[in-house]
């Protein structure tokens, strides 16, 4: 059983669409995660939400937002899509704030 | 500002020898360090961490090793294997924190490539 997935795994679109990427996990953390690979290969995160608090890294556009629907789900919307959203965006699950376990990835082309 | 920094991108060895990955970190409120193993196409996984007290953490091939007063940690892998390949990324966690949105700072990786 995957522990963390994602969907779409590939996902190419025009600039100005909204997308989103779906993530679960069955794990029964509480906290999840987006993070974000660029094309330098940094991992930064975007994201991290518990059941209570969601912090948003501050440089972090607006265009980008998570919703979670329930504890096992953290989606992310990005609206207006641009071309330097293209990268490899990655889900992660911990408790609290351990280690964390990430999903496969989504790797986002904005044409 | 690169608060953990992993100044190989790549870094081959030969199969059997022993593997060094590097890291150095700027920022001392760290106080757990953790070793990611990322194969082409999949997600980070965890492959072992260590805590600021300790200096050295040991699981089967893979030793840390954690030199506080030089900020840095390295991996070591021995035997090395082919499987071994992938991109190893360095992360730093600060736990008094609780975590939060920067809770876990990653360096940018070290290729490792082992070669037969």
């Known amino acids: 059983d995957t522990a963390v997935s994602q969907t779409p795994k590939y996902l190419v679109t025009q600039m100005g669409n909204d997308k989103s990427i779906k993530c679960e996990q069955n794990l029964g953390h509480d906290t999840m995660y987006w993070y974000k690979q660029d094309s330098k290969k940094f991992l930064k995160i975007m994201f991290s939400y518990n059941n209570k608090e969601l912090i948003i890294n501050e440089t972090v556009p607006n265009r980008f937002s998570p919703k979670s629907p329930d504890k096992a789900h953290l989606n992310l919307h990005i609206n207006s899509l641009e071309l330097g959203d293209s990268a490899v965006y990655f889900c992660?699950?911990?408790?609290?704030?351990?280690?964390?376990?990430f999903g496969p990835g989504t790797r986002l082309t904005v044409l | 500002d690169q608060q953990v920094k992993q100044n190989s991108p790549s870094l081959s060895v030969q199969e059997g020898r022993i593997s060094i990955l590097n890291c150095d970190y700027t920022?001392?409120?760290?106080?757990?360090f953790l070793w990611y193993k990322k194969y082409p196409a999949e997600g980070p996984t965890f492959l072992i961490s260590?805590?600021?007290?300790?200096d050295k953490n040991e699981d089967g091939r893979f030793t840390v090793f954690l030199n506080k007063s030089a900020k840095h940690l390295s991996l070591h892998i021995v035997p090395s294997q082919p499987g071994d390949s992938a991109v190893y990324f360095c992360a730093a966690l600060k736990t008094a924190s609780g975590g939060g949105a920067d809770g876990l700072t990653f360096g940018k990786g070290t290729h490792l490539i082992i070669q037969p």
């Open positions: 992660a699950s911990s408790r609290a704030s351990g280690r964390r376990f």
């Open positions: 260590i805590s600021s007290i300790k």
């Open positions: 920022n001392s409120m760290f106080d757990y």
